[in-house]
């Protein structure tokens, strides 16, 4: 094995199953959505089908990064019990290919459905809050680059991050004017998920993590409360 | 992305306490959103996320800047409570000043019905319309994909009724309320059962129960007698000069009625009966009933009385004479168009007619010394249909009313142009001899230009040599003598309940009456216009006011409907009778487009063309910001009640429900509807998605020429296809004349259905199944 072999192999390794999981995921759904917009059919059947695929798929992953929390604190009081840096890699990466299928599902809907008309973006409620939707959700990619992360640092970039719901609110609107999108289905995952969200309020059951040099017992009740904290 | 957590060994700092901790940051951040948002008072997908933002930036960033980020984290629950409560108090309060603001929660509560009337026809089973009406057949669809069968009990107790397969789903119930009677109240809201395959489903139904519409009179001044017909009710109403009137019941939606016999005989057609009644006027006993095709429409009776003319829609469309006083048959005259008002000229061999699709007035002709009536080749040519005719004193003249005064077929294209007229045609001559604009300002206008007279003419009679006439826009009857030109002597009759009148007639003796089919009464006056007798068929708005609001509500919609506004317009002006006067309108934008119709477009949110309304209350505002509102102002709410009144309104009855036809062949229309891939947006019950594509995507060269020419980007809504054969021409500007010319002739992309795959007997049976609908 050549050291390049040997790097892959290490990068292959780094990988977890879940960001494998996830990113497969969105692989599969974003070539599926590709390849229909090639294959034979009529326009309207083929074209739509494109774009739900891609849309329901990133309206999925964005479901899973804002409900993941909720989910795992009710996790804890039924004994699941995740580790945490799980919990913010899945949380990240359905988040990221949130994004990354929002895009591909407006590439094909401009470019197969509208016919690349992208006039036609701005003159209609439900695609001015897809465009929105897209828009905040572009830069929430931004904001979960490295670079961008270790500026804005964790004070700054939680609250940022929580434009995800308003983001979730736009494509709300976005797939219930949708002409050919299921108006009971988004209603039923809508409420579902604001019923979810709920969940956040339930006090934190997870196991006490070992103290930090220099972590107060007292931080410990905020540390639960974000999810996320641990000592180093 | 999209995640509140992160890892904090990526910051390469220890993490801090946010302000707030996790789940109430978000709650206080929407609390100080709903408070921005209102404050910003644009109901739009920006001003949310604009509101959001700020919210966000205020809650999280706003204590870090001004040194107060520790603050919360030593506040007990209870402080913090409090705190939220006095946060949440601005939120609320803004709300509620919202809420009395009526624009903004319109949009919000047009979101919700939007939401409602989606989300109904896609819980399925689904059943459209919803609205079940106690005085006409109607054909129901119900949408249940995978089941082989489907009843419907529409009462309980009541026996279930079966479905028609149509297939790939869809199931279909002519229903008729006279051999299942709907007992219930009106505007109640009943749950219906709809079994699958044995499994029941309960979808809600409201049910209407009309009141009495009296409407045209036939009369016989001599005799001083009137009659009028109650579609609703299936009634015929007689009038005396003396006050005494009398109710018969007649068969199933009579649609006119005409005396013969010097008075002492009323012969009364029926839309869904296929029988003509001759009632006897003085007992009001029913004599005879002569077997006659169903839609009979109109009726008109000769100078001498020997002969009846039947005006007939549906299958065989035509007019069908009869002898009187024996009304026996004599011969049928096809038309190429449905009929509509007709009255006999100069003698009994003269037969004036009129065509409302086709915007048009013909002559019918029996000369003696031809055996058979032809139709003469000139034909008098309007912008807009016919709303009313009758035959001028001594018979030389057709009197007839329009929205125009123009006397060609070119659309016009002055914006929102309305302008009643009065039409005298000469039939020597066969040309339009005199023509009047019947709109008139008034001494009462606060702005310039108001009308205030003469908007809606309905119904013309002759009286003595003048003629009276009842305008249904502005509550009054005017008489216009002879010499006097186009002199309209105005009376308002509004102190009386008889708004919006619709029919006036000569009683003899310097009397006359006039009905108001909104009220449901019927009005006798002198010749000074004092009212001698008023007749009630329904129950007055006090009486009403105690049992139940919801009629209430829907008669004072259809009041709503006809009255006219400042600019004098209504409602009706273009929806004539409810439905569409057929013609292509200015009404704003650069291209001209056709009128819709109000029937059955409950339960079909957004309205009109690119749906910009999510209710029916909110074409209201056309009405405020187009037409400069009404000039009486009125205790209720006006939008409000002209929703009730088109929600009561179902899709058009179509003759061919009353008609056998050919189960298969139905079926290979719904074969052929779903292979052309009609479905995707049309999609069953009410043959809508709801939705609104742009009209480059459907139409890419209709899209790219509008788009050229008037620099239009429209998105347009997807229609309901029910009646959609009963009101040409066809897609939303009216461009195409005929069903068939929507696919051979406006979808050369092959994107609006794709017919290019039918075979020639497909798109006939794609035909075919549109008209059924």
Redesign the interface.
Known sequence: MNEDQTMRSGFLKSIHADTAIVGGALVITSLASVLVCFSSGYYIERDIFASQLSGYSALAFLAISILFGPLLRAGGWLGIHLDWKVSVRITKNTGIASALAALVHSGISLAVYLRGNWREVLEHLYLHAGLLALATLVLLLGFSTRPLMSRTRWHLWKPTFRLSFAAAALVFIHVLYAPLASARWTVGLYTGALVISLLRFLPSRRPTPPLAPGFKVSDRSAAAGCETHSAK | ??????????????????AL??????AV?LLVMLLIWPAIGAW???A??GA??CA?II???AP?WFGLAGMT?RLSVGQRCALGLLLATPAVAVLVRVARDAEPMKALAG?QE??RD??EL??LPAIFPALLRADQPQRFFIHSPGSREVTVRLSAGSAPLATENVGHGLFMLDFDPRKTALNGEDGETRQVVLAADGVAHERAMRLVVPRPHPRWFASSPSAGIAATVSEETDELILVHRDGKSRRVEVDDGPADCAFFAGGSRVAVCHKFAPALCIVDAAEGKILERHELPRFQTRLAASPDEKVLAVALDGAQRGIQFLSLPDAQKLSFVPLPFSPDWIAFGRDAGELVVTDRVGRKVVRLRNKPQQPQWTMDDEVIELARPVVTMCRGAGGKQMILSATTTELDHEPITANHFIEDTIHHLDLEDWEVVESYPTHRGGLDQDDPGTTEHGVSPMSIAVYGDGLLIAFAGTNEVALNTPGAGSTLDFTYIDDEPLSAPHGVADLGDDTWCVSSPVDGTIGIYDDDVELLHLIRLAPDEEEMEEENSGPLKRLRGERTFYEATRSGVSCQSCHLHTDTDHSQHSIGAAELVDVLTVHGVAGTSPYLREGPYAQLRGLHKVVLEVYRDYENEVEWDRAEALEHYMSSLPPRANWRMLEPHDPARLRQGMDAFVKA?CA??HVPPAMT??????A??VF?EYGAAIEKEFEL???LD?PGLRGISLSPPFLHDGRAPSLESVFQDHNPSN?HG?TARLSKDEFRALIDFLEQL
Do not use: I
Request: charged share 15%; hydrophobic share 35%.
């Open positions: 992305m999209a995640h509140t957590h992160s890892d904090p060994t990526d910051s390469g700092e220890p993490p801090r306490k946010a901790s996790g789940g109430w940051t978000q951040v739009s997908a920006l949310f996320l959001y933002v966000l809650v999280n960033y870090a984290a979101a939007f939401a989606k989300m896609q819980k891939q995707h947006c998605n709801l939705g609104q594509h742009p480059k995507v890419p980007r429209s998105f997807v994107r794709d």
